[in-house]
């Protein structure tokens, strides 16, 4: 699968970047989760289409949870989770600084217009970090 290409068509299907960083990670294990979608479109828009912090941020941290959290009542989530889950945070926020920071608002530069150039970049490179720790961290 080409992941880029596949975040572009769910793009064009009106998912938002949270959501896309799910669907992905679903169907890279052959699953299928529309609740979980649907759920991680409240993290649309900066949390509620509010403009705060980004659905690439947020929905990476869901993302590493996704892979390495805890689940069930006997289950325990991977020792690295949280150190993962800084790690992504931190390289986010250094990441973001060309943008003026992490939120919808300085990301878009107060243009909804700039959604379609920049929010493909950020989900693209906000996912291949999450894989790159999960694969680190020897998650996946």
Known sequence: MDVFERMLELSRQGFDCAQILLSIALELEGKQNPDLVRAMGGLTGGVGNAGLTCG???????LLAYFA???EPDELPHPALG???KEFAAWFAQYAQEYGGTDCNSILAGDPRNKMQRCPLVVQAAFENCMELLERHGVL
């Open 56 to 62: 690439a941020l947020t929905g990476g941290a869901c």
């Open 69 to 71: 959290g805890r689940g």
């Open 83 to 85: 150190e993962m889950q």
